[in-house]
């Protein structure tokens, strides 16, 4: 090429791409020093963060710490930065919210925060061509990299000013100690509360209660409760706010469901949004242990689901999880609260049996469970489990034959079905095999008798 030079030669897109690491992993050598100066230009440049003591400026910088650590990582991993990798955030912005800081300097230490990292991208591009292109590629990742961070930082805290301005009033709080001592609400206010829940008296609205309890190390317990109880005033399913109260080392929430044939639908939209809240509080570092109630009618019946909600916290283990009274039947129910005088009363045939086929798959307990799902008809047992019938068949009195047990009379049905759910609700440690019952964590269903590490204080 006669009369000049092809910068594309000399900055291909394999050089700029190196560039663009190199400026990366500098960055990341140089994490804490960049958040010291973010920092210091926050204060310099914002007076309502200058004001603020030492342990508020150590929070702030532990936060941009992690916001930078976080935006190189996404940058590195050369992806798009979502809603999860900065979930650690939203409490950050609550407890911004709780110190009085107004929502506008909240948002311009962002803008500080994003300045100071654009700065140090430039500064280590330094002179080179390559390095200017790099860093001009950085941009666009960046900016949406600010956009998403700032939007859930300004709904974190937006939400949590709404939630603070009704438990100032504290009409709230007054509400839900009288409804748990089983009393109507009273005229004024908290009778303008109660109807805005849609929990008004004399009404037989459909309604749960819900108690959670924090679980494991948590340094900031308070501010926690706070940000959990927050996401549970979310939770309403049919227009309403739901009434959500920290109540001393505990949150109770009461969500209206709706009228009628609408009750159940709504009941289980709600305990998939109270799942889907206590694993957006996990992904926080908030872990909660939460009891679902059954579905009571009206206001009067308030104190005892509050004790349901309570009692089935003892399903939980010590990571915590959901039990949900709406999704477990009577015998599962029965089986959860069972003794070990219980299974002692198990034919030990039967679990001699239920041991030997948990350690080789589960066959047997799968047929035994799909028959009688099936209505004791073998032929769609043995499609359920996608067997041949003759295979089917042959289990039957393979089990049979070991427990002595004809499973096409109720009452030895029952009984296997029996031993079935009490070694369903083992602990993980015994039973590695066993199907969930409660919704309690990522690896399995609770156990009953777990020590009192939920019991609200």
């Known amino acids: 090429m006669a009369g000049g030079f092809s910068t594309g030669t000399l900055t291909g897109a394999g050089t700029v791409r190196t560039e663009r690491s190199r400026i990366l992993a500098e960055l990341l050598d140089r994490v804490d020093e960049l958040a010291d100066r973010a920092v210091t230009a926050m204060r310099a440049e914002i007076p309502a963060y200058r004001s603020r003591d030492a342990a508020f400026h150590a929070d702030v910088r532990e936060q941009v710490g992690r916001h930078y650590r976080t935006k190189l990582a ?11 990798d900065i979930a650690f955030s939203r409490r950050a912005s609550m ?48 900016m949406r990299y600010c956009d998403v961070a700032s939007t859930q930082a300004a709904n974190a ?57 924090l679980v494991g190390p948590a340094p900031a317990r308070s501010d926690a409760r706070h940000a959990a109880c ?40 709600l305990c998939d949004r109270l799942q889907e809240v206590r694993e957006g509080l996990l992904a926080e570092g908030v872990t909660l242990a939460m009891g679902i109630s059954t579905v009571v009618s009206g206001t009067a019946q308030i104190p005892r689901a509050y004790q349901e909600a309570r009692a ?60 009688a799902s099936a209505d004791l008809n073998l032929r769609a047992a043995a499609e359920r489990l996608q067997i041949h019938h003759n295979t089917a068949q042959y289990r039957l009195r393979r089990i049979q034959e070991r427990t002595g047990r004809n499973l096409r009379h109720i009452a030895d049905l029952v009984d296997l079905l029996v031993a079935i759910a009490l070694q369903d609700a083992l602990p993980p440690a015994t039973n590695p095999g066993r199907q969930t019952l409660v919704s309690a964590t990522d690896e399995g269903p609770a156990a009953p008798g777990v020590p009192s590490a939920h019991e609200p204080r």
Not at 103 to 129: C, K
Not at 249 to 268: F, K, Q, T
Not at 329 to 342: G, N, Q
Request: aromatic share 6%; net charge negative; with cysteine.
């Open 312 to 371: 089935v916290l003892e399903f939980l283990p010590e990571d915590g999880g959901v039990a949900a009274l709406p999704r477990i039947s009577p015998f599962e129910y029965m089986a959860l609260r069972a003794d070990d005088t219980a299974r002692h009363l198990v034919d030990p045939r039967i679990t001699g049996l239920l041991a030997e086929d948990r350690a080789r798959g589960g066959v047997l307990t799968a047929t035994i469970r799909a028959f």
């Open 230 to 269: 927050a996401a549970m005033a979310r939770t309403g399913v049919n227009g309403l706010r739901t009434l959500s109260v920290v109540r001393q080392s505990e949150i109770v929430a009461v969500p209206a469901l709706g009228p009628g044939a609408e009750a159940e639908r709504l009941c289980e939209r």
């Open 157 to 213: 805290y937006m939400e949590f000013q709404q939630y603070a301005a009704a438990e100032a009033i504290g009409e709230s709080r007054d509400l839900l100690e009288v409804l748990l001592a089983g009393e109507p609400p009273a005229r004024g206010p908290q009778l303008a509360t109660a109807h805005a829940h849609g929990l008004g008296p004399g009404a037989r609205t459909p309604l749960v209660v819900v108690t959670a309890v």
């Open 95 to 142: 407890r911004r919210a709780q110190t009085g800081l107004a929502l506008a300097d909240y948002i311009n230490a962002f803008r500080v925060g994003q300045q100071v990292f654009w700065e140090a991208v430039v500064e280590r591009a330094g002179g080179s061509y390559a390095g200017h292109r790099a860093a001009l590629a950085l941009a666009s990742a960046l």
């Open 74 to 84: 996404v940058l590195l991993e050369e992806r798009t930065v979502t809603f999860d």
